[in-house]
Structures are given as C-alpha cells and as structure tokens.
C-alpha cells in the first residue's frame, strides 16, 4: 500500500510539472536555441567569403574527387598550407552534405558546439555547475564564434583539439587524475595534426609559464608524464609529416616548414604595420558586453597576487597564463590576423563566469572588487553599443527598416540591466539572460538583414557560374589579378583556372589557339584593348571589390566592374550589370 502511494505521488509530480521543473526546461530551450541561431541557422545559405573558405573547400573538393586523401591540392597543385586532418574532416562532411557551402562549414560548427561543451565541462568540474553554464553561454554568444563556426576554415577545430587537450590535462594535474592526461595528449596530437606544431608551442609556453607564476602548480604539473605525452604526440604525426617529405623532398620542405611557419612568423610578407597592442584590442572588442567583467577579474586576481590575503586559485592562473601564451606568442609574430588569437576565448569566457558566480555568492567582499565594477559595465557598454549602433544604421547604412529593431533591443537591454544594477539591494542573477537574449537577436538581424544584403554585392560567384555554364569542354578558362576573389572564382566555375599575376602571361595565354573566358577588372580589360589585343566583352557585372561594410553605405561607394573577355571573333557579346 505504502509502495502504490509513492508510486502515486510520483506519477503524479511527473504529470504536473512544478515551477522550478518549467523554468529549467524553458532554460534548456532558450540555451538551443541560441546554440541554434549562433552556429546553425542559414549556415549554408550565403556564398564563400573571400579568400580562405573557397580555398579550403576547393582544396577538399580535390581531395575527394582524386580519391588521394594523403596529400592536399588546389588546383590540381599541392598545397602546403596546413596538415591534412581538417581536409578528412571537411571531406567526410562535403561528402554527406553536398560539394556545397553547408558540406564544408559544418565541420567548424560542430567543432564550435563541442568547444562549447568543453568548456562547460571544465568549469563545472573544477568549479561549479553554474560557472561551467555561464562560460559556455558566454562562450556561445561570442561574436567570433558566431563567425569563425560559421566560416570554413580550421580555426574552430583547432581550439576544439588544443583547448580540449589542454581541459584534459588541467583536470589530471588538479584534481589527480593522470588516467585523463593520455585523452589529453591524443587531443594535442589532433591539434597538431589541424594546424601544425603550434599546437605543442602554445601548450609549452603556458606550462612554462603557470610553473614559473607558482611553485604548487608547478608540482602538480610535474607529476604528468610529459615527455611520454610528447613522445606519443610527435609519434602519432610524424607517419604523414615523413611521408610528405618523402613524396615532395624539398617542395615540402620549403612550402610548409619554411614558408608556412617560420617565414609567416618571422617575416612582415604583406607590408602590415606591426602593431604590438593589435590583439589586445581584438580581445577588449571580442569579449563584449563582458570586457569590463574580464578586466574585473584581472584587478582582483592582481591585487590578490600582491597582497597575498590568500593563496591565489590555481585555475586561474592557468587561464591567465593561456591567455598571456596566445596573446604573447602572436603579438610577437610579423603577421597578425584577429582570429589567431580564437583558442584565448574559452579561457576568457570561463574567467567572466568565475568573475559573475563570485560576485553573486560574495556581493559585498573586498576580494571582489573588480568583478562588481566590471559588472556594473556590461549594461552601459550595451547602451552606448545599441544608440551607436542605431545612429550609424539610420545615417550610414542602407538596411531594411525593420533592421533597427536590433540597435532598440540592445539598447533597451543594457537599459534595464544597469537600472537593475543601480538598485542597492539587487544582486546578479544566476545567468545573464537579459545580455544573451539581446546578442541572440543581434546575431538574428545580422543573418536577416546584413549578410542578404553583402550578397547581393558578392558577384564573383555568379561570374563563375556564368562561364561554367557557357565555356565548352575544350574552352581554356582563367582568371587575371583577382587577388582575394581568386579562389572563390575557382570553387563556381568548377574547373582548372590559372591564376594569370603579369600581363605578360595574360598576352601568352590570350595568344593560344584554343578559345578562352578570361575574368579581369574593367580598367585591365580597357588597358588590354588601349595595347591591340583583339579581346571582347562577354559578361560584366559590377560588385564589391573586398568582402565590407561599405557595401552597405548610403553614399554609394563605386562598384568594381567584373567582366569576361574573350577571342574578339566570339560572335555573341552579353553584358550585364548588377543592380
């Protein structure tokens, strides 16, 4: 009797569903769909960005077609950019999606979900549930995840491996698990097999330095097998790394070791103007609305380090010395791109959850300090980015109307959150709902309303779809000084394209008896006619030079004119212009 009754009552709390039971699935919900929209929503809709994605995927789309799935090439020539194991990835997924902008940025989608849930499981394991929840939001809601998971290159597998590994390897040092150090160095063989030996530099260089910040660190470190981790990592990447060798000798050599990595580092290749405060102001624009929290944490974390209250937490001061690695070892590089620093985000979303957790259970400590004014900025920070947001959207861009519900929603967000903060008696909520909500809707109208319009000035594709559909099987096809728009050429046009850089080998390749569809700027194509080579105009488009913003600017910025030339005795002439 006694057991029907219980059987009773929890038949009955499972079909009347209290209040706790329905927020958390109505937190679940809100969780996917942010997950959703940040990573998934309309990924494979616009075409490829220029220049990296069609390169990667032109260069998977090789590998799949050859069936030699040990060497890349673009092309149809090797392609020494990186290692192999992005292009497997890539190339399982375009093989079950489709040769097709989905097929090859799911990879970096799925990656940037299961960074997300490293993450979490990191917090949650060496701090709490609710650190570990609010990391893994903040992380999801960033903006680089918001572009990198939805860009088709390495960058997001990367992180994945490297930061993955390096979890793996916390967890054993501070907690003594050593059995989780061996998944810990498969992961860094991964990372080292997606982007090359920089996986084992940034992984050395924040061992160096959290052993040298603090000694008890340093002896839960050293009770890790390491050299046997970079035994088995060098030995699990080596077999492809010989091969390669083997097959190329010194094309390898020099395209991947010397020109890839030492030279890219060592060396200013693009005339870039070196700039050692360049990724500091990537991350103080990339953490946003949380830059003041980060800055926080770093006060407090700082003044607890000088003063020597109490024993500064060992987690972060690996997180610190992860950030310091990246941001260090790239402001030293001669060339520098935003999203190099990428694999610093986990750790920094995990230190603006610690910052808001502590700030909650310890309101009024001293110890806090930095955290409470870096909370009390997020609402302001939101509030001067929605009013300049709406500003510029009303005087500078050409948008839908309804696109300035998104500047309202941000700006009525950070609004409330700092009323709210301003009461002296209101403490931080569990998670911050109102901020993630308002860049949830953000990321809506960017897919609604900015990236439609950039395609619409994104006319390389359709150039290339042009010819592909009108050049015969014996047509020769090429491409003269398309720089950055180079490859996505090559991905829509679908067949072998040279890359003509002088006009001396343009004069060569227009002198061939086979007939030709050659795409060039208008002034190339005015400048080759001005010289007598008997060129005409086959197809033109006009559109935008660079992937920017200015092609949304009210005040028109002059098109760039694409066109096809062709042998001057072709009898058809096309011409159209792009709106």
């Not at 947001?389 to 500047?407: H, K, Q």
């Amino acid at each position: 009797m006694i057991g029907r009754s219980r059987y009773n009552a929890a038949r009955l709390r499972l079909s009347i569903p209290d209040g706790t039971l329905i927020r958390r699935i109505a937190q679940a919900a809100a969780v996917a769909l942010l997950l959703f929209v940040v990573l998934f929503w309309r990924l494979g809709q616009p075409t490829f960005w220029d220049p990296d994605e069609a390169h990667y995927a032109q260069t998977t789309r090789e590998l799949i077609r050859t069936g030699d799935w040990l060497a890349p090439y673009y092309n149809e020539q090797p392609f020494f950019d990186k290692p192999i194991l992005f292009h497997w990835l890539q190339g399982a997924a375009m093989t079950l999606f489709g040769m097709n902008e989905l097929g090859a940025r799911i990879v970096p989608a799925l990656a940037a979900l299961a960074l997300v849930g490293v993450t979490m499981w990191l917090g949650a394991t060496l701090v709490s549930f609710d650190v570990g929840l609010i990391a893994a939001l903040i992380l999801a809601a960033n903006p680089a995840i918001f572009a990198l998971a939805r860009y088709a290159i390495l960058d997001t597998v990367f992180t994945l491996f490297l930061f993955g590994g390096a979890s793996l390897l916390t967890v054993a040092a501070l907690q003594d698990r050593p059995r989780l150090q061996w998944g810990g160095y498969l992961l860094l063989a991964l990372a080292f097999f997606t982007k090359g030996p920089l996986a084992l530099v940034l992984a050395g260089l924040t061992l160096l330095l959290a052993g040298a910040v603090s000694s008890d660190l340093r002896r839960r470190l050293l009770r890790l097998r390491f050299i046997v981790g970079f035994i088995l990592v060098v030995a699990a990447v080596a077999p492809w790394f010989i091969y390669m060798w083997l097959r190329f000798h010194d094309g390898f050599v020099n395209g991947y070791v010397l020109d890839e990595n030492i030279s890219l580092y060592a060396r200013n290749r693009f005339n870039a103007r070196a700039d050692p405060w360049f990724y500091f102001r990537v991350l103080a624009a990339g953490v946003l609305p949380w830059t003041g929290l980060l800055l926080g944490r770093l006060f407090d974390d700082v003044r607890q380090w000088f003063r020597r209250t109490e024993p500064l937490d060992l987690f972060d001061i690996l997180l610190w010395t992860w950030i310091l690695a990246i941001v260090g070892f790239f402001t030293f590089s001669h060339f520098k791109l935003d999203h190099y620093v990428f694999p610093a985000a986990p750790a920094i979303a995990l230190l603006c959850a610690r910052a808001w957790t502590d700030l909650r259970e310890r309101t009024l400590d001293g110890l806090t300090t930095g955290a409470r004014i870096g909370f009390h900025s997020v609402g302001p920070i939101m509030v001067i980015a929605g009013a300049g947001g709406g500003y510029f959207m009303i005087a500078r861009l050409e948008l839908s109307p309804l696109a300035i519900v998104v500047p309202i929603v941000m700006l009525a967000a950070g609004a409330l959150i700092t009323a709210r903060a301003s009461l002296g008696n209101w403490k931080a909520p569990r998670v911050p709902w109102i901020s993630l909500v308002a860049l949830g809707i953000t990321y809506v109208g960017i897919l609604t309303f900015v990236i439609p319009k950039l395609e619409e000035h994104k006319v390389v594709p359709d150039v290339a779809r042009w010819v592909a559909s009108h050049a015969q099987p014996g047509d020769r096809v090429a491409i003269y000084r398309l720089n950055r728009w180079s490859t996505a050429f090559r991905f829509y046009v679908d067949r072998h394209t040279p890359h003509l850089e002088s006009a001396s080998e343009a004069r060569a390749f227009f002198d061939a008896r086979e007939p030709f569809y050659c795409v060039m700027l208008r002034p190339a194509f005015e400048e080759f006619i001005a010289q007598g080579v008997p060129l005409t105009l086959a197809y033109e488009r006009e559109g935008m030079w660079a992937t920017s913003g200015r092609a949304l600017w009210r005040r028109r910025i002059p098109p760039t004119r694409f066109v096809v030339a062709t042998r001057a005795e072709r009898p058809a002439v096309i011409q159209v212009s792009a709106p």
